[in-house]
């Protein structure tokens, strides 16, 4: 199957830094990526939905500004996490799809961020 | 809005049992259904998927079958094995594939 990567697998910040998170689809062109979050022992929330070469359109109670998406190429897309605080921290997977409907989400492995 | 609900784990089986996920479902219209798996370590990966009722969805010995009168698509298999230890997610979704609703997942861990 297709394969999706994220980098970086962890990380660790201080409060008030910025943090990206990359999403590449390695052997396939994504024309739309999604971000999810996962807090500990709960399911998946779908954050934004990104599309190449335009905005992203995030899911309500998203702020936008905090949570920065980029979806530059039909191969990247990067999430900025500003001036993270500590409940910011969580685990962060992406999902890249070709285009067409019903064609299957594949997942990153996710990145865990802590802020300290 | 749509949701999913699914049992709690941990489940704990030993080799060879039966295995029952239950997962039901709350959607307006016409949703189709998944099941994901999560080894250790690694993404999320489709492990079948149902689009209209009725249908069954099978892999790896893995079913699932759409039920609409009872808003359930509950994953079974008859013998499991040490190798499906894993987090089995529970998903709805639009008929475009794009807005995935997850269940919080369900831990089933394999006993030799």
């Known amino acids: 199957g297709a394969v999706v990567s994220q980098h970086p697998s962890w990380v660790i910040c201080k409060s008030g830094t910025s943090v990206k998170i990359e999403c590449r689809s390695l052997d396939f062109q994504a024309t739309t990526m999604f971000w999810y979050r996962q807090f500990p022992k709960q399911s998946l929330m779908l954050m934004a939905t990104s599309n190449e070469g335009s905005k992203a359109t995030y899911e309500q109670g998203v702020e936008k500004d905090k949570f920065l998406i980029n979806h530059a190429s039909l191969t990247l897309s990067t999430l900025t996490v500003t001036s993270a605080h500590p409940e910011d921290s969580s685990f962060y997977i992406c999902?890249?799809?070709?285009?067409?409907?019903?064609?299957?989400?594949?997942f990153g492995p996710g990145t865990r961020l802590t802020v300290l | 809005g749509d949701s999913v609900t699914q049992m709690e784990g941990p489940v704990t089986l030993s080799e060879e049992a039966f295995l029952t996920i239950n997962c039901t479902y709350t959607a307006t219209g016409y949703p189709s259904l998944f099941w994901y798996v999560q080894y250790p370590g690694e993404g999320l990966q489709l492990l079948l998927k149902?689009?209209?009722?009725?249908d069954k969805g099978s892999n790896k010995g893995f079913e699932a079958t759409y039920r609409k009168e009872t808003t359930s698509f509950h994953l079974e298999k008859g013998s499991v094995q040490v190798s499906d230890s894993a987090v089995y997610f529970c998903a709805l979704s639009d008929r475009g594939g794009n807005k995935l609703v997850f269940g919080a997942g369900t831990i089933l861990r394999v006993k030799s």
């Open positions: 999902s890249a799809k070709m285009a067409g409907d019903y064609n299957e989400q594949f």
């Open positions: 149902a689009t209209k009722a009725d």
